[in-house]
């Protein structure tokens, strides 16, 4: 769909809490958006080009970060409530761009058809990450890039332990969100090329989801593991 031809959107298919947490998402990273999340949103997207593929669009938060010009823009979210937002806030908006009800695990795309893949916050909520960086492998052109801005797991081992200890809360909370989670070395552990990794700080929230990884990854190159 475009922003100028967006349904009516439903949340048919999402629990209470589901439907909850979409309402409340905005507001919550309110603060940390405004602290620098947006500047750094703003950073990792330009960088998109051609066919571009966001996983997990939530409420639309990188909307506004995207360079003009690009070949299209294909924003999934699976969850019923959040794409209800989504598909409102890409109405409101002057961006051109299709809304799928689609997995991170199974995208609806064909092998090597897909310039630029964008995963912010999304690594950590999916259940299992292999299965999403395997198709995300899949559905990128030889040349293509992965953009990711993850929260992942703190090097300090004070925070480390706290983010265990307050992970099964957490998770509840936050609709499936492990703010525990490895991220970077699972990319990596998947035999991708990483590159410009910037590792900082997500001012604002709260101290177990923090730490925060931003970076560009490649497919390895032929005869590479």
């Known amino acids: 769909m475009s922003s100028g031809d967006a349904p009516a959107a439903t949340v048919e298919g999402s629990g209470l809490w589901a439907r909850a947490f979409a309402r409340l998402y905005d507001p919550l990273l309110w603060v940390g958006e405004r602290a620098g999340m947006g500047a750094r949103r703003r950073d990792l997207l330009g ?17 506004d970060y995207y360079p003009d010009g690009l070949d299209e823009l294909i924003l999934t979210e699976p969850e019923a409530a959040m794409r209800a937002r989504l598909t409102r806030r890409l109405h409101n908006s002057r961006r051109r761009a299709r809304v ?15 310039d630029t893949v964008v995963s912010t916050l999304v690594l ?3 259940d299992d990450p ?12 030889p040349r293509g890039r992965l953009l990711f801005l993850e929260h992942v797991r703190s090097r300090s081992p004070r925070l480390a332990y706290w983010q ?10 936050a609709e499936g969100c492990h703010c525990n989670r490895a991220t970077l070395e699972l990319i990596r552990g998947r ?6 990794v910037q590792e900082t700080s997500w001012r604002g929230m709260p101290p177990i989801v923090r730490p ?9 190159a032929a005869g590479q593991s």
């Open 47 to 63: 960088r998109a080009r051609g066919r571009t593929v966001e996983l997990g669009s939530g409420t639309g938060l990188n909307l």
């Open 212 to 220: 925060l990884t931003m970076g560009v990854a490649t497919k390895a």
């Open 124 to 126: 950590c909520t999916v």
């Open 100 to 114: 799928l009800d689609a997995p991170a695990e199974r995208l609806p795309f064909a092998d090597e058809t897909v």
């Open 130 to 141: 292999d299965p999403v960086l395997r198709e995300i492998e899949r559905v990128l052109h």
């Open 164 to 173: 265990d200890r307050l992970a099964g809360p957490w998770r509840r909370f």
């Open 191 to 196: 035999g991708l090329d990483v590159e410009d």
